[in-house]
């Protein structure tokens, strides 16, 4: 019976949208505990973050890629990037964070900005990442490759208007995003598993530090946030570390095509 212990050791792991919040922190958790870490980000600051997580996670290694997701020209030049990289045409753990929002008010919600490019990097991202043939080399059923997707709890929550966003404005696109995500997760779950690899997906609810909720706790206070939390506390980055570290490990390997709400019990209580 194979060890359920977390054993990301000498793991090949790529992780879009890395640079900071949510990606950040679990690209710190995988280079902590031993993986090769692939951290993609649009930005050219990547660089500076990726020696950063190196000083500090001196288990592992972390190397960055400049690549845009928005597009499928934008997914395939990462994919040939990668290729690059490793040789042995190998991937472990592929973690589609990249994501982005828009606020705007109901009546004049922008097309371009505010459904398109939300869509384009939230959902068609994660189907465009087409590394299939690499998570499916040497994968088997004990030990599959992973994909984990990390989508919201907004997916779960109609609420548009509210203190992540400014008065009058509401992020009318994000939570069909995320929505879509969770489906499309459920989608490559079927698909994937006779090649054995696993498709699960991490609703998180607020986390600190992350650029998505700076402004609402700006605005409306970490109390009002708080207020909300049953654990009296936000998400923090060993939280989401730990969840990701647990859906590449042993112990998930018979785990496929979940929907894990990480919110501390914040959905529960406003039902």
């Not at 009318?172 to 499309?184: D, E, R």
């Not at 609810?205 to 609402?216: D, E, K, N």
């Not at 730990?242 to 998930?252: D, I, N, Q, R, Y």
Request: proline residues 6%; positive net charge; hydrophobic residues 40%.
């Amino acid at each position: 019976m194979p060890s359920s212990t977390p054993s990301p050791q000498g793991k090949i792991v790529l992780v879009t949208g890395g640079s900071s919040g949510i990606g950040k922190m679990i690209a710190s958790g995988f280079a902590q505990n031993g993986s090769k870490v692939y951290i993609a980000s649009r930005k050219e600051a990547v660089a500076e973050i990726s020696a950063e997580l190196k000083n500090k996670n001196a288990g592992g290694s972390v190397e960055y890629i400049v690549a845009n997701v928005g597009s499928k020209s934008g997914c395939n030049a990462l994919i040939a990037e990668f290729k690059k990289r490793e040789p042995n045409l190998k991937l472990h753990v592929l973690v589609n964070n990249s994501g982005i929002t828009w606020g705007g008010p109901y009546d004049d919600f922008p097309e371009e900005k505010g459904w398109d490019n939300v869509f384009n990097v939230n959902v068609k991202s994660i189907f465009y990442s087409e590394l299939t043939p690499l998570l499916c080399k040497d994968s088997h059923n004990g030990d599959p490759a992973r994909v984990i997707n990390i989508s919201s709890t907004a997916s779960v929550d109609p609420q548009s208007e509210g203190a992540l966003s400014r008065p009058g404005n509401g992020t009318w696109s994000y939570q069909g995003s995320k929505a879509a995500v969770n489906h499309l997760t459920s989608q490559l779950a079927l698909k994937l598993a006779p090649s054995h690899v696993t498709v699960n997906a991490i609703l998180p609810g607020c986390c600190l530090p992350s650029r998505m909720t700076a402004f609402g706790l700006q605005t409306a206070g970490e109390e009002a946030f708080i207020a909300h939390q049953p654990t009296g506390r936000f998400g923090s980055p060993s939280d989401m570390a730990g969840m990701a570290l647990f859906l590449a490990s042993p112990a998930s390997a018979h785990v496929t095509g979940a929907l894990i709400l990480l919110d501390g019990g914040a959905r529960i209580k406003l039902q």
